[in-house]
């Protein structure tokens, strides 16, 4: 399995395979990855992932499961045709999810997702969730790790303090990531490319900074320099 360091993988966020294919053929010079989340992926089905495989980049499918373990288990089962590198789910699916889908044979990396970028302390309180962000993400990455998971989904915020609590090579996927004065749109918790590398990402995501720059070649190109 490819170790991932210093990785860049872009979300291509598009409800339209064309627009995708499109994106990905611009950027895939510079990029070590392609994440697929839900709006691709319901819009067009697993099939149009697999379809992503002729560009020979890995593919994280972003599909943050969180259901009853029985459901999140044959939902896992059904994603292996798929071969994906890596798989999301969210840790708050509890222990007995987690360890049952970590047992599968033949699987995917499966990384949790712990709390969503676009999401801060104010939000968790309104959920009634007295931690802060970061030691909510704490607890949750504990829980990752006794479930045997492979990662975790973070903000680059809390990547430095997670780095401490596991092993090398337990991946750490930072979404929330903005390069320069792009909008913040719905994301709360951002850091850039550098400052996330800095802070023991393995895996950056970038969406919209490149899907919707005037120049996405270019704008890849860019944020893989500084992160190398
Ligand atoms: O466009 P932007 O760079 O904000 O996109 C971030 C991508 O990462 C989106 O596809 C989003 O679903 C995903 N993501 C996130 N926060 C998480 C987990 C995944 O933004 N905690």
Do not use: W
């Not at 819009?43 to 499918?61: C, H, M, Q, W």
């Not at 699916?93 to 712990?114: A, D, F, Q, W």
């Not at 994301?187 to 490149?210: E, F, H």
Request: aromatic residues 6%; positive net charge.
């Amino acid at each position: 399995m490819k170790n991932f360091k210093n990785s860049l993988f872009c979300a291509i966020d598009f409800r339209n395979p064309k627009d995708a294919h499109k994106l990905i053929y611009k950027v895939k010079n510079y990029i070590d990855g392609i994440k697929v989340g839900l709006e691709f992926f319901v819009a067009n089905g697993p099939d149009s992932v697999t379809e992503l495989k002729r560009y020979n980049l890995p593919i994280f499918l972003d599909l943050k499961l969180h259901d009853i373990p029985n459901t999140v288990y044959k939902s896992v089962n059904s994603v292996l045709k798929i071969k994906p590198e890596i798989l999301s789910v969210h840790i708050s699916g509890g222990k007995r999810m987690l360890r049952k889908i970590s047992n599968i044979k033949h699987r995917p990396k499966i990384v949790g997702v712990s709390m969503l970028t676009s999401l801060d302390k104010d939000d968790l309180k309104e959920i009634g969730i007295r931690l802060n962000p970061r030691n909510f993400v704490k607890r949750l990455t504990k829980i990752a790790l006794e479930s045997k998971l492979d990662g975790i989904v973070c903000s680059a915020l809390e990547a430095k303090i997670i780095k401490l609590m596991c092993p090398r090579n337990f991946l750490i996927i930072t979404p929330g990531i903005r390069f320069g004065n792009e909008e913040m749109a719905d994301q709360k918790r951002v850091s850039t490319p550098k400052q996330a590398i800095k802070n023991g990402a393995s895996i950056i995501v970038v969406g919209r900074s490149i899907t919707s720059s005037k120049d996405p070649e270019n704008m890849a190109k860019l944020i893989k320099k500084t992160i190398e």
